[in-house]
């Protein structure tokens, strides 16, 4: 992309993506602690657990992906 003004607009809404994410990781974080019972950690729905595992995975493959974009953003912004 040629025009660095957009390439400086995308990186700044890349950035609002990967507050965004870090704000889902801490929400996630949270679920998963309510999910867990005090007795030796044994969760207290398997069920809901598994799936809320799973959305955590694919945050964690969106925050990645994120991160790489936002490199690649600097570097051609700069």
Known sequence: MENPR??????????????????????LNSINML?????LGKTKDSGLSKKFEELNSKVEDINKLTSDLLEDL?????
């Not at 600097?74 to 700069?78: D, I």
């Open 6 to 27: 957009a390439i400086g607009e995308i990186l700044n809404q890349t950035k609002k993506i990967d507050e965004n994410n870090w704000n889902t990781s801490q929400y």
């Open 35 to 39: 999910l867990t019972s005090n007795d």
């Open 74 to 78: 600097s570097r051609r912004h700069n």
